[in-house]
């Protein structure tokens, strides 16, 4: 590996050694995106008393947010001790990204329709990509903040930070909402910043909104949207109907209609075995059974699915014995406090002891109770003071509700466990288009969408940068969603690549026996057609690099071939175990030790790597489609070595 970029390393040992890791790879991929571009046309002209224009500073944001996330009022130290001129261009050093700058950037991003420039730039990519958009997964979530934030009298902005439903729990603080939607590769497509209270729902229709106004064709060809409960309303499934936009959204239990038909289902049958929807199937995956009904909501008739999953049956099993040993000590104690009560009938006594019964929790409920009365009769003076001897006695009879507390009923048990591992989703996706099965593979892949929100909602992204501004804010989460995008397209790269490695060891594999058996070569031969057919569509065709020429006058597209095609592991080494789906945390553990050295010649400043650069550093820039040359000069077009289509 290290002999193809031999023109790189370093001849002789030198002292001046700076640390590059990650950095140039997340500028390399900001720049690919165009971001810094998109970012200077949407603010305007430059001034041209600024060093730096604003698009520089959000890739130096976004180039931070990947790595150190550095709070704002340390950000310059954050490049102190790396090459800026590599990242950002001949003539920047770190101490041009000063704390005004970074403020008058933040202003001038909170200005800009956060919203349509992401489409603009998400579509652009796409585009490029050759990716189409088939499923669109939208979803909020919020972020509490420390602090008043208080808007200022000339902010004409919707945008508030205040208090809301907070999703940790922290009632005490206000809170920002971001509104987010990835395609069905995990590619972002939209984003913004929110107000504190904003509704999830008004959101998913203005995000619906948003994706039919690029649209234009009909439930059988707009791409299918993916909701969570919050979309569970009438406002929101008659105007996906009404806007032809085809949707999958989990139906809330609060809809009579959800409990009736999980209980229909089971009363019926007639399930249809689904299996495993995973992408990576292993012991822990969860299989599936499906019931499909056809059923009006509002004003439409819906598919109404109940899946069953036999990991969410398992969970149950697991919690529910816990659950039920306390539910059986709290019906104990309080059937003891019951029992010490009295009253004047029977009828009264055996009442009450119903009332407690059917206020039960759903825990308590599946336990049996007996309900019984016991009599109580004590003899007394009929009157108070020191009885005399003509004193008469009395006899008083009062009732005692009784509680006699059994053992978990088996067939209330079994209904409930049944009811609990089931969830539904509801689609207007025509079934010729969508098969039940192919709507809950998509649905359960909505964890795409909140791997983005992890990132976002991790210790330290907000919470040491100190902004008193609410735009601010809303700035600097949009900023956090374009590092979220360059980290996706990062990550997809990644694994594209290790696919594409993975499938031409198949075919290597087919190849060989093939050799052996006749049959066996007919068989090869048609299904490597197929193959080279997909792998031409996704820009990833198989090509003949084994030309004997220089190295470093080959094309880009052909230096990418000529290591990925000869590699035979698909998948990166790290602490001698493999990962075959790396996060980038993993690229990054390996990608942090990655140096140059700089030299000068001649009065000329010479950058390579040093010559014990590991090839596995080296070969991982390039599955990620760069040329480690992004590593010693600024990037351009010509670094970029990913096969596009």
């Known amino acids: 590996m290290k002999e193809q970029f031999e023109h790189l390393l370093d001849v002789q040992d030198k002292e001046y050694v700076q640390e590059m890791g990650f950095y140039p790879l997340c500028a390399a991929m900001c720049d690919a995106l165009n971001i810094p571009q998109f970012i200077n046309e949407a603010t305007g002209p430059r001034d041209p008393r600024a060093a730096l224009d604003y698009g520089t500073v959000v890739k130096a944001f976004i180039i931070n947010m990947l790595d150190q996330r550095t709070p704002l009022y340390h950000f310059s130290q954050a490049f102190a001790n790396v090459d800026c001129e590599v990242l950002f261009g001949e003539g920047i050093y770190a101490d041009l990204f000063s704390v005004k700058r970074l403020e008058d950037t933040l202003d001038a991003v909170a200005e800009l329709d956060h919203r349509s420039l992401a489409s603009s730039i998400s579509l652009r990519n796409l585009s490029l990509y050759g990716l189409p958009i088939n499923f669109a997964h939208i979803d909020t979530t919020n972020k509490s903040l420390f602090g008043n934030y208080e808007k200022e009298e000339d902010d004409d902005d919707d945008f508030n930070i205040t208090y809301g439903k907070a999703k940790d729990k922290r009632d005490d603080l206000k809170l920002v909402t971001i509104g987010n939607s990835a395609q069905q590769d995990g590619l972002p497509l939209f984003g913004e910043a929110l107000s504190g209270n904003s509704s999830d729902a008004v959101w998913f229709r203005e995000a619906m909104e948003e994706m039919n106004q690029f649209c234009s064709g009909d439930l059988n060809t707009n791409p299918i949207l993916v909701f969570d409960a919050a979309a569970s309303n009438k406002e929101t499934m008659d105007q996906a109907c009404d806007q032809k936009m085809p949707s999958v959204i989990r139906l809330s239990r609060v809809f009579n209609a959800a409990n009736d038909y999980v209980r229909k289902a089971w009363e019926e049958g007639g399930w249809e075995e689904v299996g495993t929807v995973a992408d990576y199937e292993n012991k822990k995956s969860a299989k599936y059974s499906t019931r499909s009904f056809d059923v009006t909501l509002g004003e439409n008739v819906w598919r109404l699915i109940v899946v069953h999953s036999s990991q969410l049956q398992a969970k149950k099993v697991k919690s529910s014995q816990e659950k039920l040993e306390k539910a059986k000590e709290k019906l104990n104690k309080d059937a003891r406090k019951l029992e010490k009560k009295e009253y004047e009938t029977a009828e009264k006594a055996y009442e009450k002891a119903e009332k407690f019964l059917d206020n039960r929790s759903s825990m308590e409920k599946l336990i049996d109770c007996e309900i019984g009365v016991n009599i109580k009769t004590i003899e007394r003076y009929s009157r108070p003071g020191r009885p005399t001897p003509d004193t008469e006695i009395i006899t008083i009879t009062t009732y005692q509700p009784q509680i006699t507390v059994g053992d978990v009923n088996?067939?209330?048990?079994?209904?409930?466990?049944?009811?609990?591992?089931?969830?539904?989703?509801?689609?207007?996706?025509?079934?010729?288009?969508?098969?039940?099965?192919?709507?809950?593979?998509?649905?359960?892949?909505?964890?795409?969408?909140?791997?983005?929100?992890?990132?976002?909602?991790?210790?330290?992204?907000?919470?040491?940068?100190?902004?008193?501004?609410?735009?601010?804010?809303?700035?600097?989460?949009?900023?956090?969603?374009?590092?979220?995008?360059?980290?996706?397209?990062?990550?997809?790269?990644?694994?594209?690549?290790?696919?594409?490695?993975?499938?031409?060891?198949?075919?290597?594999?087919?190849?060989?026996?093939?050799?052996?058996?006749?049959?066996?070569?007919?068989?090869?031969?048609?299904?490597?057609?197929?193959?080279?057919?997909?792998?031409?569509?996704?820009?990833?065709?198989?090509?003949?690099?084994?030309?004997?020429?220089?190295?470093?006058?080959?094309?880009?597209?052909?230096?990418?071939?000529?290591?990925?095609?000869?590699?035979?592991?698909?998948?990166?080494?790290?602490?001698?175990?493999?990962?075959?789906?790396?996060?980038?945390?993993?690229?990054?553990?390996?990608?942090?030790?990655?140096?140059?050295?700089?030299?000068?010649?001649?009065?000329?400043?010479?950058?390579?790597?040093?010559?014990?650069?590991?090839?596995?550093?080296?070969?991982?820039?390039?599955?990620?489609?760069?040329?480690?040359?992004?590593?010693?000069?600024?990037?351009?077009?010509?670094?970029?070595?990913?096969?596009?289509?």
Request: net charge positive.
């Open 410 to 645: 088996e067939k209330k048990y079994n209904s409930w466990l049944e009811d609990k591992s089931c969830f539904v989703i509801v689609s207007n996706v025509p079934k010729k288009r969508c098969s039940d099965q192919e709507l809950l593979e998509e649905y359960k892949k909505q964890w795409k969408i909140e791997d983005h929100f992890k990132f976002v909602k991790a210790p330290q992204v907000l919470k040491p940068i100190c902004l008193e501004k609410p735009k601010r804010i809303k700035a600097l989460i949009f900023i956090l969603w374009l590092a979220v995008m360059t980290a996706s397209y990062l990550r997809y790269r990644l694994l594209q690549t290790l696919s594409y490695i993975e499938e031409k060891n198949e075919r290597k594999k087919d190849n060989a026996e093939a050799s052996v058996d006749p049959e066996i070569k007919s068989k090869t031969d048609n299904k490597q057609k197929s193959a080279h057919s997909t792998d031409k569509a996704a820009g990833l065709s198989n090509k003949n690099l084994n030309q004997e020429e220089d190295f470093s006058k080959k094309s880009p597209e052909e230096i990418y071939y000529d290591v990925v095609d000869n590699e035979v592991s698909a998948g990166i080494q790290l602490g001698g175990k493999l990962f075959k789906r790396p996060s980038l945390k993993t690229v990054a553990r390996i990608i942090n030790k990655a140096r140059i050295k700089i030299t000068w010649e001649n009065g000329n400043i010479v950058r390579k790597f040093p010559r014990d650069t590991k090839g596995k550093i080296l070969k991982l820039i390039v599955y990620m489609g760069f040329d480690p040359a992004i590593y010693i000069k600024p990037y351009n077009p010509g670094l970029d070595l990913w096969p596009y289509p």
